[in-house]
């Protein structure tokens, strides 16, 4: 391995020290700009050791990797124009995800008012079948973080959130939809949660999230069984949070939204519940936490 001049680690809230770092130019503006995200804009790390490192939430935007080793590496996330060994990977990584996961072909080549009744047809029938398959798993088990990523419970909360907000909020125009259980994005704090009704620190049971998932999830089908090509273009007259651009957002891209966290928090999902029935106590490190 390469000498090792600088540590970093990447669990949240760490206060380990970061050394050895040459950054191509000063980047203290930047940093006190944006609370330090921007810290290690543009910086240069040379022959520093990243093994077990953890990047969460990152902007790795025209980020360069050389000479070096990605043995065990694990990525996720919005990939394009992914160049390995000169080799670009995106369009196998796309293909192999829509082969894993047929939903997302569909999700892409909806365009009616009846291709989103099927889309959400097969995301109900997707998630029954989840849901049933983590059925044989102790509770505990689904309150556990399989590698820091959210618990089954949690990955149910934030569907919630995302439904009350893309739904309740923009399509219906719901002054105060968010229902107290739903879990918003990481990066929100406790103020803003609360702002919404929202209490970050509230453990509630399976049995509790589902029942209020299903309100959920009739709330989307009661929007689309009575939709219309029509309605897929009728601009909502807000915008979804203070800091998002100003610009028309249709009921069609609102429901897209919608339909896009199904899929992909279901494939986290399904990815973590493979794990949790290999070994129940895989994330035990790791139980139901506030994600902000």
């Not at 990047?55 to 043995?71: A, E, G, P, Y």
């Not at 229902?179 to 103020?191: D, E, F, S």
């Not at 399976?206 to 273009?233: K, S």
């Amino acid at each position: 391995m390469p000498f090792i001049v600088g540590s970093l680690s990447g669990k949240t809230g760490s206060n380990s020290a970061v050394v050895g770092l040459r950054p191509i130019r000063d980047n203290s503006a930047v940093a006190a700009d944006d609370g330090g995200a921007g810290a290690f804009r543009g910086a240069s790390f040379t022959g520093a050791d990243f093994t077990g490192a953890n990047f969460r939430d990152c902007d790795l935007r025209r980020v360069k990797i050389t000479d070096s080793w990605l043995v065990d590496v694990s990525l996720s996330g919005l990939v394009g124009n992914l160049v390995v060994n000169d080799v670009d990977v995106t369009a196998f990584v796309e293909g192999e995800l829509d082969r894993r996961h047929p939903e997302r072909v569909q999700l892409r080549e909806k365009r009616t008012a009846e291709d989103y009744r099927a889309m959400w047809d097969r995301i109900e029938r997707l998630w029954a079948e989840t849901v049933a398959r983590a059925g044989p798993l102790p509770e505990p088990a689904l309150h556990q973080r399989v590698d820091d990523e959210w618990s089954f419970v949690e990955t149910l909360r934030h569907l919630v959130f995302a439904t009350d907000k893309w739904a309740g909020y923009m399509i219906l125009n719901k002054p105060m939809p968010y229902h107290p259980l739903g879990l918003p994005q990481p990066g929100c704090t406790p103020a803003d949660a609360a702002a919404l009704g929202i209490d970050l620190d509230v453990r509630p049971s399976l049995a509790e999230v589902l029942n209020v998932r299903g309100t959920r999830m009739a709330m989307v089908r009661g929007i689309v069984d009575g939709l219309t090509d029509d309605d897929l273009e009728r601009v909502c007259p807000r915008l979804p949070a203070p800091g998002y651009p100003e610009e028309a957002r249709s009921v069609g891209l609102c429901l897209g939204v919608v339909m896009k966290e199904e899929c992909e928090h279901r494939r986290y999902a399904v990815r973590d519940l493979a794990a949790l029935e290999a070994d129940p106590g895989a994330g035990a490190a790791h139980r139901d936490a506030p994600p902000c």
